[in-house]
């Protein structure tokens, strides 16, 4: 029997609360003193405690009289030798790396990458941590989502802060997924699970503010716990209940968590938690002492390390614990599987969660890259963990773009991309499109990035998005081009919605978001990434409700098998066949470069056949579909100007997909 939540080790760091005041403790190897500064309601620091040291790094002090709602921070002393990794400046307030909540957002200044001796005090301009009560462990329950389901990535402030029906005090907030109508909008597209970005507490990069920009994505954590105070005013409560009217309406929730680096960046980055209190131990360093960037943000966090694979599990544990999360996703996750010798899917952070009682059977997503030497590890991930397939992602686009010979790795993808994967099951995330790169909609209006409103002179993000403009460049009133547009898209959408393994949507491609072609809109807190709301293709939603639909009535689109051409039931029938427009076998077209269409017939259970037509051709094909004594075939989803011209004889449209199904005839015996 899973014991209880009440029976699992509580943390041994960070502020806990009892009857008769609080109790501190924070790890350090390096510093020679650590102190923890009590703050009052007017920011005013009232008591600065030294902790004791009690061995093996930890310092602690027990402080009488303290109730929920206190406000601290720590400030550590040490060696002051940045080339050799130590950072110590008692003038530094510190945040504990454990703190659960803060009392205001991080603001990017200056003055806090001063040097040691050469800047203020800091306690102004830092949060303070919150000395808090924590709510009763929630009871433990499965996760909602399983592998196979559609999940939903959403940028939390984006995400409504232009909703008409939002309450405007509510937008751009935690508690805003919670409101009906968003609640309605998931399951008319029949999300299995959102996927939150960021919900911790981020500070800017410090080149944002001077062009008055900001980060609206969140990837640059201070600390693993304390969650973003303008995405969720209401603290862990707002999450906690947000979690659970998801989960009541049969959605999961899965948070996107950064430990990979902090925003404390590089040397010149400010001093904000875990560089003022142990950078070498708690950051990777060369055999010099220089920081090391597998992250390209300027440090990377050292989980190989005893003290940071805790904190990290106990984080995770936190979000299972208290808001009852389905899962996360994992942010350049290779880093955390990096040791002295490089990615190793064994390594022990990986264990630790295979095998922890509280998080063995959540959900786990690796974003399976970094930038450092060998971080592309695609494939690499220990079970159960899935994966992001940025190559899912790359010949999907080529595919449609046009590209030559693009058939055989269509097939590949759509059949869960074993070429990727070991063992019977398919770990892929399949997607089209995610928060960093261009939108859907952009996708096929743009054939070059971009970036400029990002202040880097079109440098950043990815140069090659395998896009394409359909004929005009951005934004255009041609009819025909436009048109073009709307194929495409559907085209994309349904071939996504067909694929074999997990897929995922980005909140706003089911109704044609778009960034007027910026692929890395980190900076963009406006209308840039703002979803529209009011200006929907409430068309194309529908269409993909649809498709949505449709997948979650066939169990061969949802599920996780990899797609082999054996048999697969009592009927004989195999578990798929690959054809082309004329019926015919596939084996002898794989590798002819200029094949723009095929047919996937797959084992729809109960001895019917499930075809997916493919035509990435500009012209109309007609497909013709093998026919059995007894049944017929009928379209189910596809282009208007395509149409069922007898039983097993489909006119499909150019750039389209169709769907059909085969059905028993009434006197009709498989």
């Known amino acids: 029997m899973r014991p209880s939540f009440h029976e699992y080790a509580t943390p041994r760091f960070g502020a806990a609360l009892t009857r008769h005041g609080a109790r501190f403790s924070v790890w350090s190897r390096a510093a020679r003193q650590v102190w923890v500064s009590l703050f009052d309601d007017k920011d005013r620091e009232v008591d600065r405690l030294a902790l004791e040291s009690q061995g093996d790094g930890v310092h602690g002090l027990f402080v009488p009289g303290l109730a929920a709602g206190a406000r601290y921070g720590f400030r550590a002393d040490g060696d002051y030798a940045p080339d050799r990794g130590l950072w110590f400046d008692p003038d530094k307030l510190l945040m504990d790396p454990y703190a659960v909540a803060i009392d205001r957002a991080y603001r990017f200044d200056e003055r806090l990458s001063a040097r040691r001796g050469e800047g203020p005090d800091t306690a102004f301009l830092m949060p303070k941590a919150v000395v808090t009560e924590l709510p009763d462990p929630l009871a433990s329950l499965p996760p909602l989502f399983q592998p196979g389901g559609l999940i939903y990535e959403v940028p939390v402030r984006a995400f409504t802060m232009l909703h008409p029906d939002i309450p405007e005090a509510q937008r751009g907030t935690i508690a805003a997924l919670a409101h009906p109508v968003i609640i309605e909008h998931l399951q008319k597209l029949g999300v299995s699970a959102v996927e939150l970005m960021p919900v911790v507490a981020w500070i800017d990069e410090r080149h944002l503010p001077p062009p008055g920009l900001s980060n609206a994505w969140g990837y640059n954590p201070v600390s693993f716990m304390a969650l973003e105070p303008r995405l969720a005013p209401g603290g862990l409560a707002e999450l906690r209940e947000t979690v659970a009217a998801l989960r009541h309406a049969g959605i999961g929730v899965i948070l996107d968590l950064v430990f990979n680096h902090t925003g404390e960046s590089d040397v010149l980055g400010p001093t904000l938690c875990l560089r003022g209190l142990d950078a070498q131990a708690y950051y990777r360093h060369d055999r010099t002492g220089k920081l090391i960037n597998d992250t390209g943000t300027g440090n990377t966090l050292a989980c190989e390390r005893p003290v940071v694979r805790e904190m990290i599990l106990d984080a995770l544990r936190h979000f299972v614990r208290y808001a009852g999360v389905d899962g996360f996703r994992f942010d350049l996750a290779s880093v955390l599987g990096r040791g002295e010798s490089g990615f190793d899917p064994n390594a022990e952070l990986f264990c630790d969660i295979r095998d922890d009682v509280e998080l063995s059977d959540r959900v786990m997503i690796a974003e399976p890259w970094d930038i450092g030497p060998g971080g592309y590890q695609l494939g690499n991930f220990p079970p159960p963990f899935l994966e992001w397939n940025d190559r899912y992602r790359d010949d999907i686009r080529r595919f449609w773009r046009g590209d030559d010979g693009m058939v055989g790795a269509l097939a590949t993808r759509l059949a869960g991309s074993s070429d990727v994967f070991s063992g019977e099951r398919t770990r892929s995330v399949n997607f089209i499109a995610a928060h960093d790169g261009m939108t859907l909609a952009d996708l096929v209006a743009y054939e070059r990035k971009r970036?400029?409103?990002?202040?880097?002179?079109?440098?950043?993000?990815?140069?090659?998005?395998?896009?394409?403009?359909?004929?005009?460049?951005?934004?255009?009133?041609?009819?025909?081009?436009?048109?073009?547009?709307?194929?495409?898209?559907?085209?994309?959408?349904?071939?996504?919605?067909?694929?074999?393994?997990?897929?995922?949507?980005?909140?706003?491609?089911?109704?044609?978001?778009?960034?007027?072609?910026?692929?890395?809109?980190?900076?963009?807190?406006?209308?840039?990434?703002?979803?529209?709301?009011?200006?929907?293709?409430?068309?194309?939603?529908?269409?993909?409700?649809?498709?949505?639909?449709?997948?979650?009535?066939?169990?061969?689109?949802?599920?996780?098998?990899?797609?082999?051409?054996?048999?697969?039931?009592?009927?004989?029938?195999?578990?798929?066949?690959?054809?082309?427009?004329?019926?015919?076998?596939?084996?002898?077209?794989?590798?002819?470069?200029?094949?723009?269409?095929?047919?996937?017939?797959?084992?729809?259970?109960?001895?019917?056949?499930?075809?997916?037509?493919?035509?990435?051709?500009?012209?109309?094909?007609?497909?013709?579909?093998?026919?059995?004594?007894?049944?017929?075939?009928?379209?189910?989803?596809?282009?208007?100007?395509?149409?069922?011209?007898?039983?097993?004889?489909?006119?499909?449209?150019?750039?389209?997909?169709?769907?059909?199904?085969?059905?028993?005839?009434?006197?009709?015996?498989?």
């Open 451 to 670: 970036n400029e409103a990002n202040g880097e002179g079109n440098h950043d993000g990815h140069h090659e998005n395998f896009s394409w403009n359909n004929g005009v460049e951005g934004k255009t009133q041609d009819s025909e081009v436009i048109e073009r547009r709307r194929r495409d898209i559907r085209a994309l959408l349904a071939t996504l919605f067909a694929s074999r393994g997990t897929i995922m949507l980005t909140a706003g491609d089911e109704f044609g978001r778009t960034q007027a072609g910026n692929n890395n809109a980190y900076a963009q807190d406006n209308a840039v990434t703002w979803l529209d709301w009011a200006g929907r293709n409430v068309a194309l939603e529908d269409a993909v409700a649809s498709l949505s639909s449709l997948r979650r009535s066939v169990s061969a689109f949802g599920g996780v098998e990899f797609l082999t051409g054996l048999a697969s039931s009592e009927h004989g029938l195999a578990d798929v066949e690959w054809l082309t427009e004329t019926g015919q076998s596939m084996a002898a077209h794989w590798s002819d470069p200029a094949r723009r269409r095929c047919t996937m017939m797959l084992d729809g259970g109960g001895g019917r056949r499930i075809a997916v037509l493919f035509n990435a051709d500009r012209r109309a094909s007609t497909f013709v579909l093998p026919q059995r004594d007894g049944t017929r075939w009928q379209m189910s989803w596809g282009e208007e100007d395509g149409s069922m011209q007898e039983s097993g004889v489909i006119l499909v449209a150019g750039r389209s997909v169709v769907f059909a199904e085969e059905s028993v005839l009434p006197s009709g015996r498989i």
